[in-house]
């Protein structure tokens, strides 16, 4: 069965705070994805990567950056939180183009507060 | 750029009974795909239903259908015989016909709150 795992359900750190959070997939899927989803927004595409080392700006990644050293690791890291990050990060991983009729899996999300 | 609607942030429905749940869709390509997928109140994303721009066919798993209209630009998934536990957020999503780098990103809607009661 498929499965995308995010390290922490929940989340709280302080402001300034650098935040690291950490989404696994054992898929052997080439495209990780990660988004916030806040209440009457939907999901918003922050980044996301096609290769390893290879990544790529989705709609809102003021404030964020990411990290793919190994194929089946995605890393979202807030270099210096703030409180309008405060929301719910899913992760979700896919087969690349080619496939595109095949969904995006999705981790079960981090709900992050910052203070 | 593309756009996803999704009109109604909430709705009701009795169990057993069908719902509608709309989404419209605006883009520039000919080739691209619509998804739809369920959030429970736990967080997980649950993907219901595809649809491609060049099949011919609505889609259709289980209890769930797409009503794909292309002139109208509307995917609506239609839910039948509801039960107590589609009571959930739906989200419909596109995905980029361009082939770019990465492919595959999705644009998605701002959801609809289903609630399905007895």
């Known amino acids: 069965d498929v499965k995308v795992t995010q390290s922490s359900r929940y989340l709280v750190k302080r402001t300034g705070e650098k935040v690291f959070l950490e989404c696994v997939q054992d898929?052997?899927?080439?495209?990780m994805f990660w988004y916030r989803q806040d209440p009457g927004l939907g999901l918003r595409l922050i980044y996301f990567s096609y290769d390893v080392k290879m990544k790529e700006k989705g709609d809102i990644p003021e404030g964020y950056s990411v990290s793919r050293e190994k194929k089946e690791r995605f890393s979202l890291i807030l270099e210096s939180a703030s409180t309008n990050q405060t929301s719910m990060y899913l992760c979700a991983s896919s087969l690349p183009r080619g496939h595109s009729n095949q969904p995006q899996h999705f981790g079960d999300g981090t709900r992050l507060s910052i203070l | 750029a593309q756009k996803i609607t999704q009109t109604q942030p909430g709705m009701f429905v009795q169990e057993k009974e069908a719902v509608t749940l709309d989404c419209t869709y605006d883009?520039?390509?000919?080739?691209?795909?619509l998804f739809w997928y369920k959030q429970p109140s736990s967080g997980e994303m649950i993907f219901l239903i595809y649809?491609?721009?060049?099949?011919?066919q609505n889609a259709t798993e289980g209890r769930y259908s797409l009503n794909f209209q292309k002139a109208r630009k509307s995917a609506n998934l239609v839910i039948s015989a509801s039960q107590l536990g589609d009571s959930a957020m739906y989200f419909c999503?596109?995905?980029?016909?361009?082939?770019?780098?990465?492919?595959?990103?999705?644009?998605f809607g701002t959801g609809t709150q289903l609630k399905v009661e007895l």
């Open positions: 883009t520039s390509d000919q080739s691209y795909g």
């Open positions: 649809q491609g721009s060049y099949d011919e």
């Open positions: 999503a596109m995905r980029e016909g361009r082939v770019t780098g990465g492919g595959n990103k999705l644009t």
């Open positions: 898929m052997d899927h080439e495209n």
